[in-house]
């Protein structure tokens, strides 16, 4: 079965430290992951994604990620963590089952981020 | 970036009445979009992936008949909630998918509050 986990419904951080978002993962072949952030009564916003290649991607907003095929995980991080990072942040990974290719994504459950001054 | 919109931002409705929601690609065409449906502090549920020129395909639970999807064109996809009730109250994302090459990525719109009353 595919599925994504975020193991913690809420990260605390103080502005200034590192920040880590975990994500674990569970397809068939290779995956292709995605991080999202959602700010309040908004949409989601693309961070970054792991298709192939490096392991570490670097995203928007000065996120990267980290593929780790044999954790089979994909945590998110930043060096320096902003109040301003304070957001829900999902991780996905595209669906690959059915024999159409229709793109759909599997979210995790969300990470709420509080980073405080 | 690639930018997808939505409207209305927020509706207000009675209850039995229909409300049309549009999601609109921007800068991109997308022949597929793709429907969720948020409650608070939830992760995304698909709904539907809409298909420009065909039918939309539904997720196991979502009444087709209650949520009608038409992908006009190929930056066009409307959801309209037929005979809107409370339980239909909800925040509505869509999603557009850009291909670059073999690289598909999802972009969501900012997201549409609805409330019936």
């Known amino acids: 079965a595919q599925s994504v986990a975020q193991p913690e419904d809420q990260v605390n951080v103080a502005e200034g430290n590192p920040l880590t978002v975990k994500c674990t993962y569970s397809?068939?072949?290779?995956?292709?992951l995605f991080w999202y952030v959602q700010y309040p009564n908004r949409g989601l916003q693309f961070l970054l994604k792991?298709?192939?290649?490096?392991?570490l991607v670097k995203g928007s907003y000065g996120f990267e990620a980290e593929f780790n095929k044999s954790q089979t995980s994909f945590h998110l991080k930043k060096p320096s963590a902003l109040v301003s990072d304070s957001a829900l942040y999902f991780c996905?990974?595209?669906?690959?089952?059915?024999?159409?290719?229709?793109?759909?994504?599997?979210f995790g459950q969300g990470t709420t981020l509080q980073v405080k001054p | 970036g690639a930018v997808v919109s939505q409207h209305p931002s927020r509706v207000i409705c009675k209850s039995g009445t229909s409300v049309k929601i549009e999601c609109r690609s921007l800068?991109?065409?997308?022949?597929?979009m793709f429907w969720y449906r948020q409650f608070p502090k939830q992760s995304l549920m698909l709904m539907a992936t809409?298909?420009?020129?065909?039918?939309?395909?539904?997720e196991q639970g979502v009444e087709k008949d209650k949520f009608l999807i038409n992908h006009a064109s190929l930056t066009l996809s409307t959801l309209t909630v037929t005979s809107a009730h409370p339980e239909d109250s909800s925040f509505y994302i869509c999603?557009?998918?850009?291909?670059?090459?073999?690289?598909?990525?999802?972009?969501f719109g900012p997201g549409t509050r609805l409330l019936v009353l």
């Open positions: 800068d991109f065409q997308a022949t597929t």
């Open positions: 996905a990974v595209r669906d690959m089952r059915g024999s159409s290719n229709t793109g759909k994504l599997i």
């Open positions: 999603s557009a998918t850009r291909t670059s090459g073999w690289q598909e990525t999802q972009y």
């Open positions: 809409s298909n420009e020129g065909s039918k939309a395909t539904y």
């Open positions: 792991y298709i192939t290649g490096d392991n």
């Open positions: 397809v068939s072949g290779n995956p292709y």
